[in-house]
């Protein structure tokens, strides 16, 4: 099976300007979760999509926001960027079948660069 | 809330010698804990996982951990370092009422291992 793909690898914006990225999970797995990785906070969790509904919310502004799509691909959005966004950009999926109580291990892309000037 | 401490951002261990990486969570129920590996320029690799079956957890690579609910703690252990272990290690967190997926990590240890 083919992992997590996420694109693009490496961007570079300035800031005010928007960002979309992309990822697209394992074949089956039907949950999406992004993470932010920065030196200064580490990694924080985002929001994660399981059937185009988000299932989870991280502590973020509403400048980023998140969809998913039929075919699960998720897609994360970032408007009027800010110097502090720069960062590493993770998606991990997984089955996401199990409910409370359960887990599905999570597969992590191997994320995007996103540089703010 | 759950939160996750990873003592020591930095640790440097000579080839051949034992690898110990300290995790301490806090959570109001016992989570399942995870660790994390990352080398550089890519995405996180599963090292082992803990969701309440055996304490103590085989994973690849030779590291193992050790669930004590007693110290809150979860440290990850390798009898003897090879190069290849090089990387960052993440603890992470995810509480087992919730539903979904939902990670909270640790600072990170960056292991550096010298010949």
């Known amino acids: 099976k083919a992992g997590v793909t996420q694109t693009p690898r490496y961007l570079i914006k300035t800031r005010g300007q928007q960002v979309t990225l992309s990822c697209s999970p394992i074949?089956?797995?039907?949950?999406v979760s992004w993470y932010q990785q920065t030196p200064g906070q580490g990694l924080q969790f985002l929001f994660e999509?399981?059937?185009?509904?988000?299932?989870n919310k991280g502590n973020f502004p509403g400048r980023f926001s998140g969809r998913q799509f039929s075919n699960s691909r998720s897609e994360m959005n970032v408007s009027t960027l800010e110097l502090g966004d720069s960062a590493l950009y993770l998606c991990?999926?997984?089955?996401?079948?199990?409910?409370?109580?359960?887990?599905?291990?999570?597969?992590f892309g191997p994320g995007t660069r996103l540089t703010v000037l | 809330a759950q939160s996750v401490t990873q003592l020591g951002s930095h640790v440097s261990v000579s080839e051949g010698a034992l690898v110990l990486l300290r995790c301490n969570y806090s959570s109001s129920v016992p989570p399942y804990l995870f660790w994390y590996v990352q080398y550089p320029n890519q995405g996180l690799q599963l090292l082992l996982k803990?969701?309440?079956?055996?304490?103590l957890v085989k994973g690849i690579n030779g590291f193992e951990a050790e669930f004590k609910k007693s110290e809150t703690s979860f440290h990850l252990t390798k009898p003897s370092a090879h190069m290849s272990d090089a990387a960052e290690y993440f603890c992470a967190v995810s509480a087992p009422r919730a539903a979904g997926n939902k990670l909270t990590f640790g600072g990170g240890t960056r292991v550096l291992v010298k010949p």
């Open positions: 803990y969701t309440s079956a055996a304490t």
């Open positions: 999509y399981f059937s185009e509904t988000q299932r």
């Open positions: 991990a999926s997984s089955s996401g079948t199990g409910g409370v109580g359960s887990y599905n291990e999570q597969f």
């Open positions: 074949s089956g797995h039907r949950s």
